[in-house]
């Protein structure tokens, strides 16, 4: 089992910059893979970037250039840094974890962009 709990959300203004927290804990040694998903009011979540068990990371088109994910292995720590953030970055935060055999999720955590 893997508990993950993310941080950091909150209201910023057009242009600002955010980073959000994934902390980790339980059964991480088996964890070969963590991302960020988000989710905007009336659609789908969707995948923003992908950080593997080595720091290879992956971006989805759309994130390429604003986001950047990277990893504190010895915090058990994903983060999410959103730069000059735009009115399309609203959304619920989903971290994910992949073992093997299992996918985990946190709670979400909101991200508002308001002037």
């Known amino acids: 089992q893997v508990h993950l709990v993310e941080t950091g959300g909150g209201e910023v203004q057009p242009g600002g910059s955010l980073t959000l927290s994934c902390a980790a804990s339980g059964s991480t040694s088996d964890v070969n893979m963590m991302g960020w998903y988000r989710q905007a009011p009336g659609k789908e979540r969707e995948l923003v970037a992908l950080?593997?068990?080595?720091?290879?990371?992956n971006y989805v088109d759309s994130a390429k250039g604003r986001f950047t994910i990277f990893r504190d292995n010895a915090k058990n720590t994903v983060y999410l840094k959103i730069h000059t953030l735009q009115a399309e970055d609203a959304a619920v935060y989903y971290c994910n974890a992949r073992t093997t055999w299992r996918s985990f999720w946190g709670q979400g955590t909101r991200v508002i962009v308001s002037s």
């Open positions: 950080i593997n068990s080595g720091g290879g990371t």
